[in-house]
């Protein structure tokens, strides 16, 4: 959805219900035609079954029609075979087709490639051509930044989140950006919450919540492309998430909000306690390696040893079923638990508690 927004109706852009009228014909032809022209059958079966398992539990990204690779075989494969079954009194005029089909293609691969170089251009006619792509959004943000144009940065950001107010990617990273314009930051992540109580499910947004929670650093958070923007602001971005009940009633997305609040809980409070049970609360949901091995760290940290077996245990038990995955995940516990009785046994020698299990 790089260049039309994601449609909210038939008629919401007008061109969703043209766009299933044409491939409805198209699909209504492929079988009229699968007797007389079982090739051009084929190559359009499998240029829609491949989008098909892409958007569904494939689940490949479609930033920039990248993975159109894959189903566009179907369609080149039926080109190429055509040419061969075409009457030798056009097989001169057919290449000649194809030549200048050839050719039209190497210009248009120039013409693309050719602004590849200069990504500080390119990433502003990517994002104008492509007004509602996340991505082309961040990197002409990133962009800006590293040309010292922070206030450029959320104007992107802003302008992007307008197009598109309920994803809820663009509404998290609006926050990202807002040096030199601080004072803004309270109202800035007070419309966020409200934004976010309402946006569309994005399973990424969990996601990145976590991630961001993760890796802030208060001592370089003053250098940082939004100074205020702390683990204050990132609990009230979980909470407003956990409010939309798209995100509190999806076990993945459900599980990695609570996580969130656990390291909240450890790296802002120094609770232990509180990210230990926040890590056991985030697995019973839904059952991430990230969780457990979290979580029984934290256990170990605070000399639940016993406490800390035990949960692995019930991890083990929450292994995939799918005998190459089961294996490495219980590969992995094996190397968790291995580490937390190495701690245990140091901090029986030393009669006192050992706090230093590092978190992945």
């Known amino acids: 959805?790089?260049?039309?927004?994601?449609?909210?109706?038939?008629?919401?852009?007008?061109?969703?219900?043209?766009?299933?009228?044409?491939?409805?014909?198209?699909?209504?032809?492929?079988?009229?035609?699968?007797?007389?022209?079982?090739?051009?059958?084929?190559g359009l079966m499998f240029?829609?079954?491949?989008?098909?398992?892409?958007?569904?539990?494939?689940?490949?990204?479609?930033?920039?029609?990248?993975?159109?690779?894959?189903?566009?075989?179907?369609?080149?494969?039926?080109?190429?075979?055509?040419?061969?079954q075409i009457p030798k009194q056009y097989i001169k005029l057919a290449w000649v087709g194809f030549t200048g089909y050839l050719v039209l293609f190497a210009f248009v691969l120039y013409q693309v490639t050719s602004g590849w170089s200069n990504l500080y251009t390119a990433s502003h006619f990517w994002f104008e051509k492509n007004p509602y792509s996340e991505r082309a959004t961040q990197l002409l943000a990133n962009q800006l930044i590293?040309?010292?144009?922070?206030?450029?940065?959320r104007r992107i950001f802003d302008k992007a989140a307008e197009r598109s107010p309920s994803v809820a990617m663009l509404q998290i990273q609006r926050t990202q950006f807002c040096r030199e314009q601080e004072a803004e930051f309270p109202d800035l992540l007070k419309e966020t919450e409200e934004k976010l109580r309402v946006a569309a499910y994005h399973q990424f947004a969990a996601i990145e919540l976590f991630?961001?929670?993760?890796?802030?650093?208060?001592?370089?958070?003053?250098?940082?492309?939004?100074?205020?923007?702390?683990?204050?602001?990132?609990?009230?971005?979980?909470?407003?998430?956990?409010?939309?009940?798209?995100?509190?009633?999806?076990?993945?997305?459900?599980?990695?909000?609570i996580a969130t609040l656990g390291l909240i809980a450890v790296h802002r409070d120094d609770d232990l306690e509180r990210g230990a049970d926040l890590f056991e609360q985030a697995f019973a949901i839904y059952p991430a390696q990230d969780f457990a091995t979290y979580g029984a760290f934290m256990m170990g940290n605070l000399g639940q040893f016993e406490r800390a077996y035990a949960f692995l245990d019930s991890a083990r038990e929450l292994a995939p079923k799918q005998p190459f995955k089961r294996i490495e995940r219980l590969r992995h516990y094996d190397e968790v638990q291995t580490v937390i009785e190495a701690a245990q046994a140091m901090s029986e020698q030393s009669e006192t508690p050992v706090d230093t299990l590092q978190m992945p």
């Open 1 to 42: 959805m790089d260049r039309l927004p994601a449609p909210n109706g038939w008629l919401d852009p007008p061109f969703t219900l043209a766009a299933f009228v044409i491939w409805g014909g198209l699909v209504a032809c492929m079988f009229w035609l699968r007797k007389k022209m079982p090739v051009l059958a084929f």
């Open 47 to 84: 240029f829609l079954a491949g989008h098909l398992l892409e958007s569904t539990f494939l689940n490949l990204e479609l930033y920039f029609a990248h993975r159109n690779y894959v189903p566009a075989f179907g369609l080149y494969f039926a080109l190429v075979y055509s040419l061969t």
């Open 146 to 153: 590293a040309n010292g144009d922070f206030i450029g940065a």
């Open 211 to 257: 991630k961001i929670s993760h890796q802030y650093n208060p001592e370089t958070s003053a250098n940082s492309t939004c100074p205020p923007r702390d683990y204050d602001a990132f609990a009230r971005l979980v909470q407003a998430l956990l409010d939309n009940p798209l995100y509190a009633e999806n076990d993945f997305t459900h599980g990695y909000l």
